[in-house]
Protein backbone atom coordinates (compact mmCIF):
# COMPACT_ATOMS: atom_id res chain seq x y z
CA UNK A 1 0.00 0.00 0.00
CA UNK A 2 1.53 3.33 -0.44
CA UNK A 3 0.54 6.32 2.05
CA UNK A 4 -0.38 8.54 -0.48
CA UNK A 5 -3.58 6.71 -1.59
CA UNK A 6 -6.65 6.57 1.12
CA UNK A 7 -6.77 3.45 2.93
CA UNK A 8 -10.74 2.97 2.13
CA UNK A 9 -9.38 2.31 -1.88
CA UNK A 10 -8.34 -1.28 -0.16
CA UNK A 11 -11.65 -2.10 1.48
CA UNK A 12 -12.43 -5.70 -0.09
CA UNK A 13 -15.99 -6.24 -1.65
CA UNK A 14 -16.70 -8.16 1.58
CA UNK A 15 -16.08 -5.47 3.93
CA UNK A 16 -17.34 -2.57 1.69
CA UNK A 17 -20.38 -1.20 3.82
CA UNK A 18 -18.76 -2.39 7.44
CA UNK A 19 -19.12 0.62 9.16
CA UNK A 20 -19.59 2.89 6.39
CA UNK A 21 -21.04 6.44 6.81
CA UNK A 22 -23.95 6.13 4.55
CA UNK A 23 -25.57 2.41 4.68
CA UNK A 24 -25.25 0.56 1.65
CA UNK A 25 -27.03 -2.13 -0.59
CA UNK A 26 -25.61 -4.35 -2.52
CA UNK A 27 -27.60 -5.97 -5.50
CA UNK A 28 -26.31 -8.25 -8.52
CA UNK A 29 -26.67 -5.37 -11.35
CA UNK A 30 -28.53 -2.34 -12.66
CA UNK A 31 -31.93 -4.56 -13.59
CA UNK A 32 -32.25 -5.15 -9.72
CA UNK A 33 -31.20 -1.79 -9.04
CA UNK A 34 -34.06 0.30 -11.79
CA UNK A 35 -36.44 -2.32 -10.44
CA UNK A 36 -35.84 -1.21 -6.81
CA UNK A 37 -36.28 2.51 -7.54
CA UNK A 38 -39.33 1.70 -9.21
CA UNK A 39 -40.76 -0.18 -6.45
CA UNK A 40 -39.97 2.43 -4.03
CA UNK A 41 -41.60 4.93 -6.24
CA UNK A 42 -44.42 2.82 -6.08
CA UNK A 43 -44.64 2.13 -2.58
CA UNK A 44 -44.53 6.06 -1.57
CA UNK A 45 -46.92 7.05 -4.04
CA UNK A 46 -49.20 3.99 -2.79
CA UNK A 47 -48.93 5.30 0.41
CA UNK A 48 -49.59 8.50 0.14
CA UNK A 49 -52.41 7.88 -1.85
CA UNK A 50 -53.92 5.95 0.66
CA UNK A 51 -54.32 9.20 3.33
CA UNK A 52 -54.52 11.50 0.46
CA UNK A 53 -51.17 13.35 0.62
CA UNK A 54 -49.32 14.30 -2.06
CA UNK A 55 -45.90 12.89 -3.36
CA UNK A 56 -43.02 14.70 -4.06
CA UNK A 57 -40.09 13.25 -5.49
CA UNK A 58 -36.57 14.74 -7.17
CA UNK A 59 -36.06 12.51 -9.82
CA UNK A 60 -33.05 12.09 -12.53
CA UNK A 61 -32.25 11.38 -16.44
CA UNK A 62 -29.27 9.73 -15.13
CA UNK A 63 -30.42 6.57 -14.52
CA UNK A 64 -33.70 6.00 -16.26
CA UNK A 65 -33.90 2.57 -16.60
CA UNK A 66 -36.19 1.86 -14.23
CA UNK A 67 -39.24 4.71 -15.57
CA UNK A 68 -40.32 2.07 -18.04
CA UNK A 69 -40.80 -0.80 -14.76
CA UNK A 70 -42.23 1.87 -12.95
CA UNK A 71 -45.00 2.87 -15.68
CA UNK A 72 -45.82 -1.05 -16.01
CA UNK A 73 -46.63 -0.85 -12.44
CA UNK A 74 -48.68 2.18 -12.45
CA UNK A 75 -50.25 0.52 -15.57
CA UNK A 76 -51.18 -2.50 -14.09
CA UNK A 77 -51.90 -1.34 -10.85
CA UNK A 78 -54.25 1.28 -11.71
CA UNK A 79 -52.21 3.99 -9.75
CA UNK A 80 -53.07 7.58 -9.67
CA UNK A 81 -50.74 9.74 -9.99
CA UNK A 82 -52.69 13.08 -10.13
CA UNK A 83 -51.81 13.83 -6.53
CA UNK A 84 -47.79 13.32 -7.78
CA UNK A 85 -45.20 15.97 -8.32
CA UNK A 86 -42.24 14.68 -10.49
CA UNK A 87 -39.46 17.57 -10.10
CA UNK A 88 -36.39 17.02 -12.39
CA UNK A 89 -33.01 17.45 -10.86
CA UNK A 90 -31.71 19.06 -13.98
CA UNK A 91 -31.48 20.12 -17.49
CA UNK A 92 -28.63 21.13 -19.72
CA UNK A 93 -28.58 24.55 -21.82
CA UNK A 94 -26.99 26.27 -24.13
CA UNK A 95 -24.58 28.51 -24.06
CA UNK A 96 -27.40 31.42 -23.69
CA UNK A 97 -28.43 30.13 -20.34
CA UNK A 98 -32.00 28.41 -22.47
CA UNK A 99 -32.95 24.81 -22.23
CA UNK A 100 -31.35 23.03 -25.23
CA UNK A 101 -34.67 22.39 -27.44
CA UNK A 102 -36.58 19.82 -26.37
CA UNK A 103 -36.17 17.24 -30.01
CA UNK A 104 -32.20 17.40 -29.12
CA UNK A 105 -31.37 13.53 -28.45
CA UNK A 106 -29.77 15.30 -25.43
CA UNK A 107 -32.46 16.65 -23.66
CA UNK A 108 -33.88 15.57 -20.20
CA UNK A 109 -37.07 16.89 -21.29
CA UNK A 110 -37.27 14.58 -24.47
CA UNK A 111 -35.51 11.55 -22.12
CA UNK A 112 -38.45 11.87 -19.81
CA UNK A 113 -41.01 11.81 -22.38
CA UNK A 114 -39.75 8.57 -23.77
CA UNK A 115 -38.84 6.75 -20.87
CA UNK A 116 -41.68 7.47 -18.63
CA UNK A 117 -44.54 10.28 -19.60
CA UNK A 118 -45.87 8.65 -22.73
CA UNK A 119 -45.56 4.98 -21.43
CA UNK A 120 -48.30 6.00 -18.56
CA UNK A 121 -51.65 5.75 -19.63
CA UNK A 122 -53.55 9.43 -20.15
CA UNK A 123 -56.24 8.60 -17.12
CA UNK A 124 -53.49 7.82 -15.12
CA UNK A 125 -50.25 10.36 -15.06
CA UNK A 126 -50.08 13.85 -13.75
CA UNK A 127 -50.69 17.19 -15.36
CA UNK A 128 -48.41 18.38 -17.10
CA UNK A 129 -47.84 21.35 -14.42
CA UNK A 130 -46.44 18.89 -11.81
CA UNK A 131 -43.87 17.56 -14.59
CA UNK A 132 -41.53 20.39 -13.22
CA UNK A 133 -38.05 21.08 -14.50
CA UNK A 134 -35.67 24.11 -13.20
CA UNK A 135 -36.46 26.96 -14.95
CA UNK A 136 -32.82 29.11 -15.89
CA UNK A 137 -34.84 32.36 -15.99
CA UNK A 138 -37.15 31.44 -12.74
CA UNK A 139 -34.44 29.28 -10.65
CA UNK A 140 -36.00 29.84 -7.16
CA UNK A 141 -39.69 28.77 -8.20
CA UNK A 142 -38.14 25.19 -6.94
CA UNK A 143 -37.77 26.11 -3.56
CA UNK A 144 -40.94 28.40 -3.68
CA UNK A 145 -42.82 24.88 -5.25
CA UNK A 146 -41.11 22.48 -2.52
CA UNK A 147 -42.23 24.92 0.09
CA UNK A 148 -45.60 25.12 -0.93
CA UNK A 149 -46.55 21.16 -1.12
CA UNK A 150 -45.28 20.58 1.90
CA UNK A 151 -41.47 19.18 1.14
CA UNK A 152 -39.82 16.60 -0.86
CA UNK A 153 -40.60 12.45 0.09
CA UNK A 154 -37.85 11.22 -1.68
CA UNK A 155 -34.47 11.94 -4.00
CA UNK A 156 -33.17 9.15 -6.43
CA UNK A 157 -29.86 9.63 -9.01
CA UNK A 158 -26.81 8.22 -9.78
CA UNK A 159 -23.61 10.02 -8.70
CA UNK A 160 -20.43 11.05 -10.88
CA UNK A 161 -17.12 10.17 -11.15
CA UNK A 162 -16.06 13.84 -9.07
CA UNK A 163 -19.20 13.26 -6.35
CA UNK A 164 -21.97 15.49 -7.89
CA UNK A 165 -24.95 14.83 -7.34
CA UNK A 166 -27.48 16.78 -9.94
CA UNK A 167 -25.06 18.74 -11.32
CA UNK A 168 -24.25 20.28 -8.14
CA UNK A 169 -20.51 20.34 -9.20
CA UNK A 170 -17.70 20.69 -6.74
CA UNK A 171 -16.38 23.54 -5.04
CA UNK A 172 -13.65 23.08 -2.87
CA UNK A 173 -13.62 27.30 -1.98
CA UNK A 174 -16.78 26.34 -0.23
CA UNK A 175 -17.41 24.53 3.21
CA UNK A 176 -19.60 21.89 4.29
CA UNK A 177 -21.98 23.76 5.71
CA UNK A 178 -22.16 26.70 2.68
CA UNK A 179 -21.94 23.93 0.37
CA UNK A 180 -24.81 22.52 1.65
CA UNK A 181 -27.17 25.41 1.27
CA UNK A 182 -26.92 26.33 -2.29
CA UNK A 183 -30.22 26.13 -4.15
CA UNK A 184 -31.30 25.51 -7.44
CA UNK A 185 -28.73 27.50 -10.01
CA UNK A 186 -27.05 27.73 -13.21
CA UNK A 187 -23.77 25.80 -13.67
CA UNK A 188 -21.20 25.63 -15.71
CA UNK A 189 -20.14 22.25 -16.00
CA UNK A 190 -16.56 20.54 -15.04
CA UNK A 191 -14.19 19.01 -17.55
CA UNK A 192 -14.07 16.08 -16.08
CA UNK A 193 -18.32 16.15 -16.24
CA UNK A 194 -18.64 17.09 -19.97
CA UNK A 195 -16.04 14.54 -20.82
CA UNK A 196 -17.64 11.33 -19.16
CA UNK A 197 -21.18 12.62 -20.63
CA UNK A 198 -19.48 12.90 -23.91
CA UNK A 199 -17.89 9.50 -23.73
CA UNK A 200 -21.07 7.50 -22.62
CA UNK A 201 -23.86 9.59 -24.09
CA UNK A 202 -21.88 11.47 -27.56
CA UNK A 203 -19.31 8.40 -28.87
CA UNK A 204 -16.75 10.51 -27.21
CA UNK A 205 -17.78 14.03 -29.26
CA UNK A 206 -16.52 16.17 -26.12
CA UNK A 207 -17.02 19.33 -28.22
CA UNK A 208 -20.49 19.58 -29.32
CA UNK A 209 -21.67 18.32 -24.85
CA UNK A 210 -23.44 21.56 -23.51
CA UNK A 211 -21.10 23.21 -21.20
CA UNK A 212 -24.01 24.80 -18.89
CA UNK A 213 -26.83 23.14 -17.11
CA UNK A 214 -29.64 24.71 -14.53
CA UNK A 215 -29.81 22.09 -11.64
CA UNK A 216 -31.95 21.85 -8.14
CA UNK A 217 -29.22 22.93 -5.27
CA UNK A 218 -28.15 20.96 -2.83
CA UNK A 219 -30.72 22.57 -0.30
CA UNK A 220 -33.61 21.31 -2.04
CA UNK A 221 -32.25 17.92 -1.90
CA UNK A 222 -30.48 17.20 1.67
CA UNK A 223 -34.40 19.07 3.21
CA UNK A 224 -35.84 15.35 1.46
CA UNK A 225 -37.33 13.10 3.68
CA UNK A 226 -35.37 10.43 1.91
CA UNK A 227 -32.20 9.89 -0.24
CA UNK A 228 -32.08 6.72 -2.68
CA UNK A 229 -29.00 7.03 -4.72
CA UNK A 230 -26.95 4.23 -7.05
CA UNK A 231 -23.36 3.15 -8.61
CA UNK A 232 -23.69 0.62 -11.20
CA UNK A 233 -20.32 1.39 -13.42
CA UNK A 234 -16.98 0.05 -12.66
CA UNK A 235 -15.73 3.13 -12.91
CA UNK A 236 -17.37 3.99 -9.78
CA UNK A 237 -15.49 1.71 -7.53
CA UNK A 238 -13.00 4.19 -6.25
CA UNK A 239 -16.39 6.45 -5.95
CA UNK A 240 -18.18 4.15 -3.65
CA UNK A 241 -15.05 4.23 -1.77
CA UNK A 242 -15.06 7.74 -1.42
CA UNK A 243 -18.73 8.44 -0.88
CA UNK A 244 -18.63 5.83 1.79
CA UNK A 245 -15.60 6.68 4.11
CA UNK A 246 -14.31 9.91 2.83
CA UNK A 247 -14.84 12.92 4.85
CA UNK A 248 -17.27 15.08 4.45
CA UNK A 249 -16.57 17.88 2.01
CA UNK A 250 -17.69 20.26 -0.68
CA UNK A 251 -14.87 18.88 -3.37
CA UNK A 252 -16.73 15.55 -3.11
CA UNK A 253 -20.64 16.70 -2.56
CA UNK A 254 -21.95 13.04 -2.24
CA UNK A 255 -20.49 13.09 1.15
CA UNK A 256 -22.58 15.20 2.78
CA UNK A 257 -25.12 12.77 2.56
CA UNK A 258 -23.70 11.22 5.19
CA UNK A 259 -25.11 13.86 7.46
CA UNK A 260 -28.41 12.67 6.09
CA UNK A 261 -30.79 10.53 8.93
CA UNK A 262 -32.77 8.36 5.91
CA UNK A 263 -30.04 7.80 3.23
CA UNK A 264 -29.19 4.73 1.49
CA UNK A 265 -26.93 4.03 -1.45
CA UNK A 266 -27.29 1.14 -3.96
CA UNK A 267 -24.83 -0.52 -5.92
CA UNK A 268 -24.32 -3.49 -8.09
CA UNK A 269 -21.59 -6.41 -7.56
CA UNK A 270 -18.91 -5.22 -9.90
CA UNK A 271 -19.13 -1.31 -8.64
CA UNK A 272 -17.65 -3.59 -5.03
CA UNK A 273 -15.08 -4.51 -6.32
CA UNK A 274 -11.30 -3.19 -5.65
CA UNK A 275 -10.72 -0.01 -7.68
CA UNK A 276 -7.46 -1.50 -8.10
Known amino acids: MY ?17 ARIPLLKLNDFGEIFSEYAIQMLFEIEKNNQIGKKTVFILPCGPVGQYPIFARLINQRRTDLKNTWFINMDELLTDDGEWIDQDDPKS ?8 LYSQL ?20 AIMRLIDRLGGVDMVMGG ?5 HIAFN ?5 LTPEEFAQL ?11 ILKN ?20 MKEMLGAKRLLFSMTMDMQRATVRHALYGEVSASFPITLI ?15 QLPF
Request: glycine share 4%; hydrophobic share 35%; aromatic share 6%.
Open 3 to 19: PDIPQYYYITPEELGKN
Open 108 to 115: FHRLMNIN
Open 121 to 140: DPELVMPEEQRVFPDPHNPD
Open 159 to 163: IALNG
Open 169 to 173: EPQPE
Open 183 to 193: TTRIISLSEAT
Open 198 to 217: AILDLGGAYDIFPRKAISVG
Open 258 to 272: QRHPNALLMVTKNVT
